[in-house]
C-alpha cells in the first residue's frame, strides 16, 4: 500500500499562484509515474500534469506554460506549482502513484484530494 497525502490547497485571487505537495509514505525513487489530476465543478476528472522517475514531465494544454510540476526525492514529496491561476482552475486536485507503468485514468493510488478555489 501507498499513502498520498495532500496539501497546500486554498482560495486564492486570479492571477494568483499557489504550490500544491504530495508526500508518499513509499520511496518516490521507486515509483514510475505520480502527477495530479483535478476534477471541478460539472467537469470530469483530468489529468493535469505528471512526472516520471526519469525526470519527465507532461501537462494539459490548458495549464502548459502556468503550472510545473517536480519533485523532491528525498522528501519523498512532488510538487504543483501552479502560477497565473484562472477561475477555471477552481477544482479538487488529487495526487496519484502509478508503480510500474501508467494506464490512463486508472492510476495504482490516489489521494484524497485538496481543495483550490480560485476567485475574486
Known amino acids: 500500500q501507498v499513502q498520498l497525502v495532500e496539501s497546500g490547497g486554498g482560495l486564492v485571487q486570479p492571477g494568483g499562484s499557489l504550490r500544491l505537495s504530495c508526500a508518499s509514505s513509499?520511496?518516490?525513487?521507486?515509483?514510475?509515474?505520480m502527477g495530479w489530476y483535478r476534477q471541478g465543478p460539472g467537469n470530469q476528472r483530468e489529468l493535469v500534469a505528471q512526472?516520471?522517475?526519469?525526470?519527465?514531465?507532461k501537462y494539459a494544454d490548458s495549464v502548459k506554460g502556468r503550472f510545473a510540476i517536480s519533485r523532491d526525492n528525498a522528501k519523498n514529496t512532488v510538487y504543483l506549482q501552479m502560477n497565473s491561476l484562472k477561475s477555471e482552475d477552481t477544482a479538487v486536485y488529487l495526487c496519484y502513484a502509478d508503480l510500474y507503468s501508467s494506464i490512463p485514468d486508472r492510476p495504482d493510488y490516489w489521494g484524497r484530494g485538496t481543495q483550490v478555489t480560485v476567485s475574486s
Open positions: 513509499r520511496s518516490i525513487v521507486t515509483i514510475f509515474a
Open positions: 512526472i516520471t522517475s526519469d525526470g519527465g514531465t
